[in-house]
């Protein structure tokens, strides 16, 4: 039967899928306070993480290798 094939099962998924978003595209105004904190809860943390792990390295005291020759 058509509908058991392979293609039947991903091209209707693909479809649903760009239907999904467009319609939550319509519904902006739940989503746009969602989007404002998240925007404002996860820049903080991943500029916090980045400068983390520049400065890694500068405040650390890494034991001194000694050489032997």
């Known amino acids: 039967m058509w509908i058991n094939k392979p293609f039947f099962k991903y091209a209707s998924a ?3 899928i760009i239907l999904i978003i467009f319609l939550l595209g319509k519904i ?3 989503f746009l306070p969602l ?3 998240i925007a404002a809860i ?3 943390i991943i500029v916090a993480g980045l400068l983390y792990y520049i400065l890694q390295g500068v ?3 890494y034991p ?3 050489e032997e020759t």
């Open 35 to 37: 989007q404002k904190i």
């Open 64 to 66: 001194e290798m000694d």
């Open 42 to 44: 996860f820049f903080p």
């Open 14 to 16: 693909i479809i649903l």
């Open 28 to 30: 902006d105004y739940i």
């Open 59 to 61: 405040f650390l005291d």
